[in-house]
């Protein structure tokens, strides 16, 4: 489990295409510390497992599943993605609950810069629209933000100086892709709700008949 407060970003130094999947290679640094293998490691929001380490690096072996669902097939030797490591019991969760499990890739429609944050637009499928409302919790990248703004096929983001320097977001521009992991409580909510409202209005026909 991680709670959306990325640590910091690091370097991608070694990638292996592999049947299957890929091998990463990520220069940690200082947030290898204490680091154990089969830790799990939130990468630009994707939970992935220590399968080797040295020192200050670690390697992860990201299945297909996570290549489709993601932008990490996209990575190469010098890209910077945002780290978490998995969150222990007593510590604050100063952002939302977050699984590492992303739902979807999303594409940066507008970057808007004004004095003091950046406004970030971002489109994608209209299906996971559903599970949007201003001012509920979305992670871009593995980082936890509030959604400001709900369109039909779109939705905007707030950046202040400390995020934008903090995370990869702060590198982005229009046209890249991001990586969206949807609030699990609202998804619950909203698919529950999906389920049952066939069946309340099947009864509703039955009553209005008898």
């Not at 209209?126 to 992670?139: D, M, T, V």
């Amino acid at each position: 489990m991680f709670t959306g407060i990325v640590q910091g970003t690091r370097k991608i130094t070694a990638v292996e295409d592999l049947e299957g999947g890929r091998r990463l290679r990520i220069q940690l640094e200082d947030l290898s510390e204490k680091l154990q293998q089969g830790a799990s490691i939130a990468v630009d929001g994707v939970c992935l497992t220590v399968v080797r380490f040295e020192k200050d690096w670690a390697e992860f072996d990201v299945i297909q599943e996570s290549l489709n669902k993601s932008n990490l097939g996209t990575l190469k030797v010098g890209d910077f993605v945002d780290i978490e490591r998995a969150c222990a019991f007593g510590d604050e969760v100063g952002g939302h609950s977050v699984t590492g499990h992303v739902d979807c890739i999303g594409t940066i429609k507008e970057v808007r810069n004004i004095p003091n944050n950046c406004d970030l637009i971002v489109s994608c499928s209209k299906e996971w629209i559903a599970y949007l409302i201003p001012k509920g919790w979305i992670a871009i990248d593995g980082a936890s933000l509030t959604v400001v703004e709900v369109g039909a096929d779109f939705f905007s983001i707030s950046l202040i100086p400390e995020t934008l320097s903090q995370t990869v977001l702060g590198y982005k521009s229009k046209g890249d892709t991001v990586n969206l992991e949807f609030d699990h409580t609202t998804k619950v909510i909203v698919r529950t709700v999906e389920r049952l409202l066939p069946e309340l209005k099947n009864q509703l026909i039955v009553g209005l008949n008898n």
